[in-house]
């Protein structure tokens, strides 16, 4: 049964990659991670003002969030127009900062913004777990082509990743509900995208007798 779902999620991920275009690694990282950091420091810049929009009154933080969001959604569409495609996570990541970026001007609460941190880690640990429970491993399903891996070693890596997902989540709700807005937004920009990257490469160094050698 699940060699039959896997087979079937591969077949379409093959087509995407055929007609995905190539771009610069260093363009890519840009596009992806420009978003992230011009929020960052327009944050710094603006942080201790508040300004008068419309006759309501937003914090610094508040207009960093609505700046960001036209910049996310520019690069995002570069992205698209360069390569021919877009991750999911890509695209539900963008819906969420939308979403909640949109829930923190309306009700003019950054609080909103800071959970939706939460919620994304939460929800990706919550369907990685789904896809367990049912026998399977749906980063196989997505990853499985650039990572070619045995299935034991899917289902180890899943595991390993709900529990960091789902650290992450407390995390954020630790520092969030805890810690000044200045601080969380340097860990929100830094410190969980670091951890984040340090633990599939640590993952990726242990799970090495998983790996399908490349026939040659």
Known sequence: MYGTASGAGHAPNRGNEMAQRKISPWL???????????????????KDDSFLIAGTEYSGFILATLIFIPILLVSMGALW???????????????????????TAWFNDERFFMMKTTI??????????????LGRSWLEWVMGEALPMRHEGWMLLTRRLIAMFAGL??????????????????IETFAFPAALFLFLWLQIASLQRYMIEPEK
């Open 28 to 46: 890519k990282q840009v596009l992806e991670l420009g978003p992230t950091l011009a929020f960052f420091l327009v944050y710094l810049r603006i």
């Open 81 to 103: 127009a360069l390569t021919g495609a877009l991750s999911r996570m890509q695209v539900f990541t963008a819906f969420m900062v939308i979403f909640f970026g949109g829930l």
């Open 120 to 133: 994304v880690y939460g929800l990706f640990a919550a369907i990685l777990a789904t896809g367990l429970a």
């Open 169 to 186: 989540a407390v995390a954020n709700e630790i520092v969030w509900r805890t810690q000044t807005e200045e601080l969380w937004v340097k």
